[in-house]
RNA sequence: GCAGUGGUAUCGAAGUGGUCAUAACGAGCACGACUGGAAAUCGUGUUGCCGUCAAAAGCGGCACGAGGGUUCAAAUCCCUCCCACUGCGCCA
């Protein structure tokens, strides 16, 4: 979401942009905003101007039916009624073209605010050129991808061996893209989420249990129309949509807000289950548990001024690289490129894990930053020391999802016998245990 | 879910169709005066959005929970919805 004046103004970076994101079929939209834009500023002006004039007389009337209740003189109250009259008709006279113009104007600015929905955000000087999620750009490594010299199982594969698992009961209770996952499995899966909350703790965010249901206009806010249709379920009969991430219940919390200065940054972290359709998402590599409808998730989000927002993408991936090397986990960082980057997104970059079976790094983290195109949604702004009023920037960033990052955790901390290794700052929170040994083949 | 009460600026709150709603009154906050310094006191200022403007000032429009309606004119009357509080019911 630009700021109109910011494309009345600058037509040509605005296309640029559109251009840089192979978005071409958009191009003509600038120009129509600005069309409508310009359509709406005029019919405003002119309708205002006659709004001022029936002010002026309603506003006059006032003091003369005062005059009109005193007055006990017929020929005076006669000259005071047909002034209050003449009043009546001058207004009456314009009252068919100011509603005309007040429609032209409504529609136009909804015609434009349809438009100013679709054209991309500016993206970052940083972010790479390209068409598609093809030509995204590895950045950096952290940690040798080790490849086992034994066979490491599908993921579920490796939970089945410890009863950890029930695909095919979740199927019949609630279809495709759901799961079971029981006993240490299960237990694993929790512990990664406290760990990751308590990592974030330690970075000093605040942790947040959020609604996991929100209304539609926060949703319009947070997201594009195209990701809301792909992603948001609703329930039935009501103004409710389950989140499809915790960022959309935790950045929708500052909607209409006024940040004092000294309340910035906002750092929290929370925990919420996440609902998705993953509409037209599915593929060999996306059984089991790693693309469903319904995860866990621990985030980070940052609310914060516009010139902090760079620096804090920076820590906010970070934190990520961070937390998978503690848990003795190979990353890469890679850079989102400008065709793969959502419309809303400045800049956007995956942390994935190594996969020793399929030798090949996989998406575990997504942070980005939004600049201020959610805050210009939702209103989000704070007083600077000037007393001027400005847009905050939002980031967000996976900080751990659990099933998916499970899968990482088993695979790379496999044994040649069958058993898990859990690492050492998982371990309080699986009871102590340092292995997990398989209960059968 | 039912009933009652309420929603006006940073907070409290007055205002029940016009005749000072940006909004009384009280508090808070900022600045200034007084003071050796402070308290107290006094004075001044203190909503946001949009438009006009190169920009500011100024001017105009809009906003009294949200959206509609009646009217020349709505915080005020009517309709729909949302939220909060209290009581009852139900329920982890």
């Not at 006659?50 to 209740?69: I, T």
């Not at 972010?127 to 066979?151: K, L, T």
């Not at 389950?242 to 935790?250: A, F, K, N, V, W």
């Not at 371990?427 to 083949?441: A, F, N, R, S």
Request: proline share 5%; net charge negative.
């Amino acid at each position: 979401m630009l700021d109109i004046k910011f494309v009345r103004e600058n037509p040509d970076a605005v296309k640029e942009n559109i251009r840089k994101k192979f978005q071409n079929a958009k191009l003509p939209l600038v120009d129509e905003a600005i069309a409508l834009d310009a359509e709406k500023r005029a019919c405003q002006q002119e309708a205002e101007q006659l709004k001022a004039e029936r002010n002026r007389l309603s506003k006059a009337n006032g003091p003369l039916f005062g005059q009109l209740k005193k007055c006990a003189d017929e020929a005076q109250r006669s000259e005071i009624q047909a002034q209050i009259d003449a009043n009546n008709d001058a207004v009456k006279a314009d009252a068919d073209r100011m509603a005309a113009l007040d429609a032209r104007a409504e529609a136009a600015a909804e015609q434009l605010n349809k438009i100013m929905l679709v054209i991309p955000q500016m993206i970052d000087d940083a972010v790479p050129i390209g068409p598609d999620d093809s030509a995204n750009v590895e950045v950096q490594r952290f940690g040798e991808p080790a490849v086992p010299d034994f066979e490491i199982p599908y993921h579920t594969a490796i939970m089945e061996r410890f009863d950890g698992i029930d695909m095919d009961a979740a199927g019949r209770v609630s279809g495709n893209g759901f799961y079971y996952l029981l006993g240490d499995i299960a237990r694993m899966h929790e512990a990664v989420l406290a760990y990751g909350r308590d990592f974030m703790i330690d970075k000093g965010f605040t942790y947040c249990i959020p609604p996991f249901m929100i209304h539609g206009n926060v949703v319009e806010g947070v997201m594009s129309q195209t990701d809301m249709d792909g992603m948001m379920y609703k329930i039935e009969g009501e103004d409710l949509y389950l989140i499809g991430t915790s960022e959309h219940s935790m950045i929708g919390r500052f909607i209409d807000q006024i940040l004092p200065a000294e309340k910035l940054p906002q750092t929290l972290t929370s925990y919420s289950p996440c609902f998705r359709k993953e509409k037209g998402a599915h593929g060999i590599e996306e059984r089991g548990i790693y693309r469903i409808h319904q995860f866990e998730k621990q985030e980070m989000i940052v609310v914060c001024r516009p010139e902090e927002s760079k620096a804090w993408y920076d820590r906010l991936w970070q934190f990520s690289v961070e937390l998978f090397r503690s848990l003795d986990i190979p990353v890469r960082q890679l850079e989102c490129c400008s065709g793969d980057l959502a419309d809303l997104k400045c800049r956007s970059c995956d942390i994935e894990a190594w996969s020793p079976r399929q030798q090949k790094y996989f998406e575990v983290c997504s942070c980005s930053n939004l600049g201020d195109a959610q805050a210009r949604r939702l209103h989000i702004r704070y007083k600077d020391e000037s007393g001027k009023m400005q847009l905050c920037h939002t980031l967000n960033n996976t900080c751990v999802a659990p099933p998916r990052m499970l899968i990482a955790l088993l695979e790379n901390n496999l044994q040649a016998d069958g058993s898990v290794k859990i690492p050492k700052v998982l371990q309080p929170y699986m009871g102590g245990k340092e292995v997990l040994v398989p209960l059968h083949d």
